[in-house]
Nanobody, 116 residues
Framework: QVQLVESGGGSVQPGGSLRLSCAASGSVSRFNALGWYRQAPGKQRELVSFITSIGSTDYADSVKGRFTIARDNAKAYLHMNSLKFEDTGVYYC????????????WGQGTQVTVSS
């Protein structure tokens, strides 16, 4: 089993920054992805960013140029800069085993609020 521990949510003003962290432990696969989804009120959960164990990254178009994802082994960091009102939501860390039948493992979620 893989366990996720995430932290770093909070409340900031527009233009501010936050850093989210997510640490995976347990039976972590050699080939995996760590990242975050988010869900704003009244909207579907969407992928924000991910990073694989090789270092490949991807970002939602809405956060490109503002967010940066990185990792140190099985711990991932999401640096969120120039935050906007529309970034508000619950951010869920996730882990995926990049095997033939890899499941998503979800963190408990952390609230990010951007308001003036």
């Amino acid at each position: 089993q893989v366990q996720l521990v995430e932290s770093g949510g909070g409340s900031v003003q527009p233009g501010g920054s936050l850093r989210l962290s997510c640490a995976a432990s347990g039976s972590v696969s050699r080939f995996n992805a760590l990242g975050w989804y988010r869900q704003a009120p009244g909207k579907q959960r969407e992928l924000v960013s991910f990073i694989t164990s090789i270092g490949s990254t991807d970002y939602a178009d809405s956060v490109k140029g503002r967010f940066t994802i990185a990792r140190d082994n099985a711990k991932a960091y999401l640096h969120m800069n120039s935050l906007k009102f529309e970034d508000t939501g619950v951010y869920y860390c996730y882990y995926r085993d990049l095997g033939v039948d890899g499941d998503d493992i979800w963190g408990q979620g952390t609230q990010v609020t951007v308001s003036s």
